[in-house]
T-cell receptor, first 107, second 116 residues
């Protein structure tokens, strides 16, 4: 059983669509991270959350601590958003990572 | 599924000493591995890309002579923090892509380094 589960695993969207990626976790956490990885590259940290909601440009991340659930939203999606999005949580002593959501945005 | 391990999981050392952290892909080969660090209450930051058979590629601002990376085989990369100082205390994490069309990254559990 994975401590962090993401859905969907793969997602294809048309340019301009609103996209949601979900993350559920089963451990007590001190923070949750949303990470982005473009093909062949290392990860880029998008957000670090411990409560509530954060927004950066067209990206919005929310977390519900009681439900142990987080969502990453992309508004007005663009082909350059095509990447793998990874949810990761830290308990303070260890990191747990989801296996990622592969997003393809078609022009 | 693919697994990446790190050793040690935590280490405490005196200032001025060197510390080696190992990253292993347990059931797949990885020609590339990535090293990250996270300072308290901050996000993960990519330090360098480890390449099997060639030199590592370091991100801007990361001292290559201080953070020595050796990708000894297709399943092992090591990060050596040389002459460690208290400001090097951090959480160090590695990842490796398992191959395939999506090149999914698999992450190690991390190594917590505390320099006294």
């Amino acid at each position: 059983k994975n401590e962090v589960e993401q859905s969907p695993q793969n997602l294809t969207a048309q340019e301009g669509e609103f996209i949601t990626i979900n993350c559920s976790y089963s451990v007590g956490i001190s923070a949750l991270h949303w990470l982005q990885q473009h093909p062949g590259g290392g990860i880029v940290s998008l957000f670090m959350l411990s409560s509530g909601k954060k927004k950066h440009g067209r990206l919005i991340a929310t977390i519900n601590i009681q439900e142990k659930h987080s969502s990453l939203h992309i508004t007005a999606s663009h082909p350059r958003d095509s990447a793998v999005y990874i949810c990761a949580v830290t308990t303070g002593n260890q990191f747990y990572f989801g296996t990622g959501t592969s997003l393809t945005v078609i022009p | 599924g693919a697994v990446v391990s790190q050793h040690p999981s935590w280490v405490i050392c005196k200032s001025g000493t060197s510390v080696k952290i190992e990253c292993r892909s347990l059931d797949f080969q990885a020609t590339t591995m990535f090293w990250y660090r996270q300072f308290p209450k901050q996000s993960l930051m990519l330090m360098a890309t480890s390449n099997e058979g060639s030199k590592a590629t370091y991100e801007q601002g990361v001292e290559k002579d201080k953070f020595l990376i050796n990708h000894a085989s297709l399943t092992l990369s090591t990060l050596t923090v040389t002459s460690a100082h208290p400001e090097d205390s951090s959480f160090y994490i590695c990842s490796a892509p398992a191959g395939g069309p999506s090149r999914t990254q698999y992450f190690g559990p991390g190594t917590r380094l505390t320099v006294l």
